[in-house]
C-alpha cells in the first residue's frame, strides 16, 4: 500500500519559517518526482515547488522562488520544503505529492492529506 504523509505545518508570523516533511512508502521513492501543491480557500490548488529523479532538478513557482527550499533525501524516503520569510499569501492547505511530474497535477498519482499552514499578519 502507497502511502504519502506530510507534518510540519502550523501557525508562524509572518517573516517567520516553517519546514514541511513529506514521507512516502510503498513506492520505489527514488524513482519518482516529488511535488508540493497547495490550495488556499476559494482558490485552486497550484503548483508550488517540486524536485525530479534524475539529477535532481527543482522546480519553484514564481511566487516562492528566494523564499522556499526543497529537498529531497532518498535513503530516507523523505521529501522537505523549507519556508522562510513566510506571507500571508502562503497561508493554504499544502500538499505532497508523488509521480511522473512534480508540476502537472493529471499526472500525480499520489497525494498526502494536506498539512495547514497559517500566516498571520
Known amino acids: 500500500e502507497v502511502r504519502v504523509a506530510e507534518s510540519g505545518g502550523g501557525l508562524v508570523q509572518a517573516g517567520g519559517s516553517l519546514r514541511l516533511s513529506c514521507t512516502a512508502s510503498?513506492?520505489?521513492?527514488?524513482?519518482?518526482?516529488m511535488g508540493w501543491f497547495r490550495q488556499a480557500p476559494g482558490k485552486e490548488r497550484e503548483a508550488v515547488a517540486g524536485?525530479?529523479?534524475?539529477?535532481?532538478?527543482?522546480y519553484y513557482a514564481d511566487s516562492v522562488k528566494g523564499r522556499f527550499t526543497i529537498s529531497r533525501d532518498n535513503a530516507k524516503g523523505t521529501m522537505y520544503l523549507q519556508m522562510n520569510n513566510l506571507k500571508p499569501e502562503d497561508t493554504a492547505m499544502y500538499y505532497c505529492?508523488?509521480?511522473?511530474?512534480?508540476?502537472?497535477?493529471?499526472?500525480?498519482?499520489?497525494w498526502g492529506q494536506g498539512t495547514q499552514v497559517t500566516v498571520s499578519s
Open positions: 505529492s508523488a509521480g511522473p511530474s512534480c508540476q502537472t497535477q493529471v499526472l500525480v498519482t499520489n
Open positions: 510503498g513506492l520505489s521513492f527514488d524513482n519518482y518526482a
Open positions: 524536485v525530479y529523479t534524475v539529477g535532481g532538478s527543482t
